[in-house]
């Protein structure tokens, strides 16, 4: 399969089947994740796999925060607001996270640097796990700047969460988002051309 039509066919995926992923396949999408790309090649992700236990109080965490926040979020669509709260119950049922992490460096150009890197990384999960068959869906805010998610997964003090992401068996297969300026007339520049 072509790279670019993996990308096309990438969604967030917030609804899962109830089918437990075999750890080779979540090994196979962090393999993917360990090949990005990094500055000066640091190589500085770090990776927590959690189920159970752990998987439950991220997502009651998550759905405190959903339930004070979505109702008054202007942005969301008033038809959207039910079904968004209902997948912050439990991230849609993904059966299985994946908490990326990096350094908290002194230097605030390394510790960017080290985020970048794994938006990269991340990156490379979310399309390994389209070409395995796997949905994702990429959370950050508010969850990634949370001292009770760093405790629940026994993250040190010397790291930060670039991104949670649920992954599993999608139980849904949502249409494509139409792209803002689909001929990038707007958003590229062309220089020296």
Not at 4 to 16: C, G, N, P, V
Not at 72 to 79: R, V
Not at 96 to 111: E, G, Q, S
Not at 158 to 185: C, E, F, L, N, T
Request: net charge neutral; aromatic share 8%; glycine share 6%.
């Amino acid at each position: 399969m072509e790279i670019l039509e993996i990308i096309k066919r990438r969604r967030s995926i917030r609804k899962y089947k109830a089918i437990p992923i075999d750890k080779k396949m979540v090994r196979n999408v962090l393999e993917a994740a360990n090949w990005a790309p990094s500055n000066g090649n640091s190589q500085p992700w770090e990776f927590v796999v959690v189920q159970g236990e752990y998987k439950e109080e991220i997502c009651s965490l998550f759905y405190e925060y959903a339930k004070g926040y979505i109702p008054s979020a202007t942005y969301i669509n008033a038809e959207d607001k039910s079904r968004m709260l209902h997948y912050a119950k439990d991230f849609g049922g993904a059966p299985c996270h994946i908490v990326v992490t990096y350094p908290k460096d002194a230097d605030p150009c390394k510790r960017e640097e080290a985020m970048q890197a794994c938006c990269a990384a991340i990156q490379n999960m979310l399309l390994q796990a389209e070409s395995m068959g796997l949905g994702t869906v990429w959370i950050s805010a508010p969850l990634k700047d949370s001292e009770k998610v760093k405790s629940i997964v026994s993250l040190s003090d010397d790291r930060m969460i670039a991104g949670i992401i649920p992954i599993g068996y999608p139980d849904i297969h949502p249409m494509a988002p139409s792209r803002k300026d689909p001929d990038m007339q707007e958003k590229v520049s062309w220089l020296g051309f």
